[in-house]
T-cell receptor, first 118, second 112 residues
């Protein structure tokens, strides 16, 4: 079974531009989460989607948005890029078969998209 | 905000030695997971331990969880140069969210 794939792998943008990153989860996985990793802040949760609905959102400005399609593929968009948005953006998918009470499943991460904002 | 705090921040050992990394967290959890990351790449899931478990093994990995102290440890036995990576603990809470809260990680270097 193919793992989580993310495209593009590397991206260079300039301040003020916008960017769209894509994530394809493992086949059959319905939950997709996004994380930002920087040397200063570490790994921080951006948002989580399940069945095309955003279920949870981290503490990021509105410039960060995302969506999920009916095939569970997800995209995240960052508008009006700032230098501080330079980071590794990681996507993770999970099966999410359990009920809400039982908590999270193991999450499988993609290789990430490294974004550099100049 | 970071939930888990790994200790030490960096660890350098010789091949064949054991490596122990610790993680502390602040709030009640559903489970705690350990991940490995090689050189800025994606995270690889190592092991998940639920809040009602105290110890779990997977190959050369041994994880313990002490919910009374809000801490966990990851032991890698008979380390190899290929174990060189950053190791992160991540906590998951009850409530149906897949959100993981990560610590800042321990950078492990295994010297051949």
């Amino acid at each position: 079974k193919a793992g989580v794939t993310q495209t593009p792998r590397y991206l260079i943008k300039t301040r003020g531009q916008q960017v769209t990153l894509s994530c394809s989860p493992i086949s059959g996985h319905r939950s997709v989460s996004w994380y930002q990793q920087t040397p200063g802040q570490g790994l921080q949760f951006l948002f989580e989607y399940f069945s095309e609905t955003q279920r949870n959102k981290g503490n990021f400005p509105g410039r960060f948005s995302g969506r999920q399609f009916s095939n569970s593929r997800s995209e995240m968009n960052v508008s009006t890029l700032e230098l501080g948005d330079s980071a590794l953006y990681l996507c993770a998918s999970s099966l999410l078969m359990r009920t809400a009470l039982l908590g999270t499943e193991t999450q499988y991460f993609g290789p990430g998209t490294r974004l550099l904002v100049l | 905000s970071q939930q888990g705090e790994e200790d030490p921040q960096a660890l350098s050992i010789q091949e064949g030695e054991n490596a122990t990394m610790n993680c502390s967290y602040k709030t009640s959890i559903n489970n705690l997971q350990w991940y490995r990351q090689n050189s800025g790449r994606g995270l690889v899931h190592l092991i998940l331990i639920r809040s009602n478990e105290r110890e779990k093994h997977s190959g050369r990995l041994r994880v313990t969880l002490d919910t009374s102290k809000k801490s966990s440890s990851l032991l890698i036995t008979a380390s190899r140069a290929a174990d060189t990576a950053s190791y992160f603990c991540a906590t998951a809470r009850f409530g149906g969210s897949e959100k993981l809260v990560f610590g800042k990680g321990t950078k492990l270097t295994v010297n051949p």
